[in-house]
């Protein structure tokens, strides 16, 4: 018999520090508001869902989560409700930060959205250089993080992730 799983997203903020044509946040003001739910209700939503499910993943996103500046507090929440893993859904481009997270998280992992691995498509749809995104995943990984890419350029019958 399968495990339960029960999965808890949170949507911490709308502000997003890349401007990309194709998501749902495209056009949002730059005073886009953060998520008012205090880092305890989420604490305590992981709590009661732990009560339900023995396996409980909590998804922080966005507009780019960890431009939060709770993000870190609703990490340690997650962890200290008893999250079996926490997933940070996230485009790398503020992610160095996070490596001290690695060692107070062990089931951190990271979903990166990687829309282009073409510098100039991927520039032209977030607006942002992608050798930055590269370079923090790359630490990441050799930090030792779990890492899992959202990619979406194709090269004949494959998925093109690194060039």
Not at 28 to 46: D, F, G, H, N, Y
Not at 79 to 108: F, M, Q, T
Request: net charge positive; charged share 15%.
């Amino acid at each position: 018999m399968a495990t339960a799983r029960l999965s808890i997203r949170t949507l911490l903020t709308e502000r997003c520090n890349l401007a990309c044509v194709f998501c749902h946040n495209e056009g949002q003001p730059s005073t886009s508001v953060q998520m008012s739910m205090p880092p305890e209700v989420l604490l305590r939503a992981v709590r009661a869902g732990a009560a339900v499910a023995p396996w409980v993943t909590v998804k922080l996103s966005g507009g780019e989560p960890t431009l939060h500046p709770q993000f870190l507090e609703y990490l340690s929440a997650a962890v200290a409700a008893g999250a079996n893993e926490v997933a940070v859904i996230s485009n790398a481009h503020r992610l160095l930060p996070l490596l001290g997270a690695l060692e107070r998280c062990p089931r951190l992992r990271f979903s990166v959205n990687v829309p282009s691995c073409d510098q100039t498509v991927y520039r032209r749809l977030t607006g942002a250089p992608l050798d930055i995104a590269l370079r923090n995943i790359r630490a990441l990984v050799a930090a030792g993080g779990s890492v899992s890419l959202n990619a979406y350029q194709r090269s004949g019958n494959r998925v093109v992730l690194f060039d």
